[in-house]
């Protein structure tokens, strides 16, 4: 009579890469509050890679190193202090030497 009872795997997609997570979905206690061997059930997208059961900015994200070079280059220099003073200093010097030429 329970054909149509919901099991948690359900929830994410049987697509290529979403096979660890629907296993130890399929393996995980439905009932409580407890994380079977201290592992946290996730059962959200990552906006990244889009697979599921972590996050974007999760180690488990194969894009967790990865991103995009060019904005990660980018924002790490404008969060650096010294960027404005490096710059300036650059640009005077470039001035000069075209000044002395």
């Not at 399929?26 to 079977?36: N, V």
């Not at 010097?93 to 075209?98: A, D, L, P, T, V």
């Amino acid at each position: 009579l329970q054909e149509n009872e919901t099991k948690p795997e359900d929830c994410i997609p049987d697509v290529p890469g979403n096979e660890s997570a629907r296993e130890f979905l399929a393996h995980a206690p439905t009932k409580g509050l407890w994380m079977p061997l201290g592992k946290e059930v996730k059962v959200m997208q990552c906006w990244r890679c889009k697979r599921y059961g972590h996050r974007t900015g999760d180690k488990e994200c194969p894009f967790f190193i990865k991103g995009n070079q060019k904005l990660e280059q980018f924002r790490v220099a404008h969060e650096d202090p010294m960027y404005d003073i490096i710059r300036e200093t650059k640009r005077h010097e470039k001035e000069m030497r075209y000044v002395s030429l």
